[in-house]
């Protein structure tokens, strides 16, 4: 009787072993992009907001905006330079042209991550996990 019940079972237990594993890394990956993007609000509201305001909405012809920002979201190797080195000039956001100043923030590598996966995943954006790893790599 035992035999009948794992012959036609043999198929399915590494299957399910298999899905269980898979389950577990995709919760453990969003469990860690979840951690990350509560650090990164913290980094925001110390370092962004008084900028880009709450709700990511900048302001008008002065700072542009984070929120469903088209620059922002196309080039995240841009956006962590930015963050790390600052900006002095031309910048077009949404189709709306800034001219200004934004100062280098004195941020480590885990912090520029945890504040990209913040801003790359509220008001709106939705974007891929940003890495300690991939802040390193885009600032070399």
Known sequence: MFNNIFRRN???????????????????????????????????????????????TGMQGTFPPLAQSDYLMADTHRAIKLIKEGIDGEMTVNGVTYYGFMPAQDLDEKQIADVMNYIRNSWGNKGEMVKAEDVKAALK
């Open 10 to 56: 043999a198929f399915a237990i590494p299957a399910l072993s298999g899905l269980i594993l898979l389950s577990s890394f995709l919760l453990n990956r969003h469990t860690e992009l979840e951690e990350s993007i509560k650090r990164g609000k913290q980094v925001y509201i110390t370092n962004c907001i008084s900028c880009h305001m709450e709700d990511g």
